[in-house]
């Protein structure tokens, strides 16, 4: 009777980890764009403020907008361009336009099997008009994927 | 009446103890060769060799080779490469019912992997377009730990079958730690830091020595005081059968 148990067992249990080791092939459910992430702040009170409105695109892209009117966004995501070492994004706040340039190196990232790779960034003091911007900080320089913000910005 | 009092003693100085073969078994993982015949993106090739040092405990000794790829929209990936595993084996069976034939345990191994890998493209899309790019070759070691847990038998003479679920953490990666391999040969998914496998052995043994082994008498039950008081004139009529049962 003991020596029929194992290979009961081994019967059993080998059917089922042969059905429990069919795999497919996983989805992609990461983020995998690096964006600079800005916080808008009200100059004259220095708290979190969302503006009214916002446009943003590239510079060299005007016909394609990363937010085209978008309301009340308090927190915005800047794409870079990860073939250049900088580029420039207007962003118009409340009907006003300002340019913010970014100057950045590169470097790729896995981010999962499913996912691939991303770039991600390392940027310096962006430069900036001053329409309506008052003040660009930079708050954390690595750009990645993660959620967390990067700089921000006092109009 | 005398012969009956014999063979009853003969059968209990049976049951005190078991004869445990020890074996040499050196064997093939067979789920990579077949896995390889209907995905030729993964050719794993594994072989042990493994001896008892007493009736719990043995001492595993494993090395591969695997030629890894990966391709989807937006990358193409390659890594190959040789591991080895080493460490103590534990067959948690009692004697009895393991009788050198069955194997239920657990196993703590070692692993060491030699690694190359290359992303030969990988394409990137945002806000400004497309951008392609490539990872030159890549090489390195990788130290981990696995833990695993199955079941082997006996089914022919010297012949044995059996699964593993291996449960791997990586202890060191050796690689890049922004661009790791996604497949460690040996470890698997580079992307977790803790990985699963499983594999199916076949092996066959060499006997290399005999040990007589004592087995554990089960321990009976003694039965509770209330119990004894108010059974206890059950228990003086029907005799020692009765106790415990």
């Given at each position: 009777m003991m020596r029929k148990i194992p290979k009961y067992i081994l019967i059993v249990a080998t059917t089922v980890i042969f059905l429990l080791s069919s795999c497919s092939p996983g989805s992609c459910f990461e983020e995998t764009n690096a964006y600079v992430k800005a916080?808008?702040?009200?100059?004259?009170?220095?708290?979190?403020?969302?503006?009214?409105?916002?446009?943003?695109?590239?510079?060299?892209?005007?016909?394609?907008?990363?937010?085209?009117?978008?309301?009340?966004?308090?927190?915005?995501?800047?794409?870079?361009?990860?073939?250049?070492?900088?580029?420039s994004l207007v962003l118009k706040i409340n009907g006003v336009n300002d340019t913010i340039s970014f100057t950045y190196s590169t470097y790729s990232k896995l981010i999962s099997k499913e996912c691939g790779y991303a770039f991600y960034h390392s940027i310096e003091t962006p430069e900036y008009t001053k329409h309506i911007i008052d003040t660009v900080i930079v708050v954390k320089s690595t750009i990645t994927t993660l959620s967390e913000q990067n700089i921000s910005i006092y109009y | 009446?005398?012969?009956?009092?014999?063979?009853?003693?003969?059968?209990?100085?049976?049951?005190?103890?078991?004869?445990?073969?020890?074996?040499?078994?050196?064997?093939?993982?067979?789920?990579?060769?077949?896995?390889?015949?209907?995905?030729?993106?993964?050719?794993?090739?594994?072989?042990?060799?493994?001896?008892?040092?007493?009736?719990?405990?043995?001492?595993?000794?494993?090395?591969?080779?695997?030629?890894?790829?990966?391709?989807?929209?937006n990358y193409n990936f390659t890594a190959k490469g040789i591991y080895f595993r080493v460490g103590p084996d534990f067959n948690l069976l009692r004697p009895e019912m393991a009788v050198g034939k069955y194997w239920a345990g657990l196993g703590i191994h070692y692993g060491l992997s030699n690694f190359s890998y290359e992303t030969s493209s990988y394409r990137h899309d945002n806000y400004w377009g497309s951008v392609t790019s490539s990872l030159p070759g890549q090489?390195?070691?990788?130290?981990?730990?696995?833990?695993s847990g199955g079941f082997k038998a006996e089914l022919f003479r010297n012949f044995n079958i059996g699964w593993l679920i291996n449960v791997r953490k990586m202890v060191y990666s050796g690689a890049d730690k922004n661009l790791p391999p996604i497949y460690y040969p040996g470890y698997g998914n580079g992307g977790k830091t803790i990985s699963f496998g499983l594999n199916y052995y076949i092996s066959w043994s060499i006997p290399y020595k005999k040990i007589k082994v004592k087995i554990k008498p089960e321990p009976v039950e003694e039965p509770e005081e209330d119990e004894e008081t108010q059974n206890q004139d059950e228990t003086q009529s029907v005799g020692r059968q009765g106790i415990g049962r």
């Open positions: 916080k808008f702040f009200l100059t004259s009170t220095s708290k979190a403020a969302a503006p009214d409105s916002i446009t943003l695109y590239g510079v060299g892209r005007e016909n394609s907008y990363v937010y085209l009117k978008a309301l009340k966004v308090s927190q915005a995501l800047m794409p870079l361009d990860a073939s250049a070492e900088n580029c | 009446m005398l012969y009956i009092q014999a063979a009853g003693q003969d059968a209990e100085q049976k049951a005190d103890s078991v004869v445990i073969p020890l074996r040499i078994s050196a064997g093939l993982e067979i789920s990579g060769p077949v896995i390889y015949f209907t995905d030729k993106s993964t050719l794993n090739l594994e072989g042990f060799v493994s001896g008892d040092i007493n009736e719990k405990m043995s001492v595993f000794l494993g090395t591969g080779y695997s030629d890894f790829s990966y391709s989807q929209y090489s390195g070691w990788a130290h981990y730990l696995e833990v």
